[in-house]
């Protein structure tokens, strides 16, 4: 099922494909969400972290640039790259250290481009004229094998 277009109609259509991917989901992940302004990014983001268990209030870190949330087995660290301004700025921002603690949800990925791991799931979201939601998934590295087992 992940390994083609997703159709996002409605608000249960992302919850079952953010489900799919928590199930999958372990310590060192990265989830990279792409897509244009109100594509689904930051809605995909809280039907993920709602399906790991999050109950809190879940907001952008456009401006913050980073959120943190606990989950039973590992930390999710949030990033919104959206305002960063330069690649240098990932590391007072604390990216390294979120690679390695916990699973990394990225929203704006194409701005940290070099510092992205080559396992990632990379998610790209978009939407038509009608406003007709889709995820196209992209699995890279150990990914490719994982999404295999539905």
């Not at 099922?1 to 919850?15: I, R, S, Y």
Request: glycine residues 8%; hydrophobic residues 40%.
């Amino acid at each position: 099922m992940l390994d083609q277009p997703f159709p996002l109609p409605d608000l249960a259509a992302t919850d079952q494909l953010a489900g799919l991917v928590a199930s999958r989901l372990r310590r060192g992940d990265c989830v990279a969400l792409q897509g244009p302004l109100g594509a689904g990014k930051t809605t995909f983001a809280r039907a993920l972290l709602r399906a790991l268990g999050i109950t809190d209030d879940v907001p952008s870190p456009t401006f913050t640039l980073l959120q943190t949330y606990d989950t039973a087995d590992f930390p999710i660290y949030h990033f919104d790259l959206y305002r960063l301004k330069n690649e240098d700025e990932l590391e007072e921002i604390g990216w390294e250290d979120a690679l390695a603690d916990g699973v990394v949800l990225v929203e704006w990925p194409e701005r940290a481009e070099t510092h992205m791991p080559g396992d990632r799931l990379a998610l790209h979201f978009g939407a038509d004229a009608q406003g007709q939601r889709w995820c196209v998934p992209e699995p890279c590295g150990d990914w490719m094998e994982r999404l295999k087992h539905d």
